[in-house]
């Protein structure tokens, strides 16, 4: 198996990060999933390319059980904070990246608005 392997540290997943934002510029977006670098690394990611802080999960069991210690749910609340820490606008998309629009008095109620593109 693979369990000899080192898993690999914030500064590689950071670095890859980043050669991956300029060398794959057919990839509109780079994914920062928190459950996986970590919160403080994913947020780090926002700087090094990733233009998506993702993992809305209500209940992750995959890398959690191989010894994930990251919390194993984030609010909506919690990811955009973490974002608008980074000096980001948090925008909520959905699968196809396209913006959510949620009315302010009832979070139920949203429609589909346009493609979200790097950059915007």
């Not at 500064?11 to 990060?17: A, F, V, Y």
């Not at 994913?42 to 059980?65: F, N, P, S, W």
Request: aromatic share 6%; charged share 25%; net charge negative.
């Amino acid at each position: 198996g693979l369990s000899h392997l080192r898993k690999p540290s914030a500064l590689m997943d950071l670095r890859t990060i980043a050669v991956s934002r300029l060398m794959l510029d057919n990839f509109p977006h780079i994914k920062a999933y928190w459950i996986m670098l970590g919160i403080g690394t994913a947020q780090t990611a926002l700087a090094y390319g990733a233009d998506d802080l993702d993992g809305t999960v209500r209940h992750e069991l995959i890398y959690h059980d191989a010894g994930a210690t990251t919390p194993e749910i984030l609010s909506v609340e919690d990811i955009r904070r973490l974002i608008v820490e980074t000096g980001r606008e948090a925008v909520e998309r959905d699968t196809l990246y396209r913006h959510v629009q949620r009315d302010s008095e009832d979070l139920t109620q949203w429609q589909i608005g346009e493609e979200i593109h790097v950059g915007s």
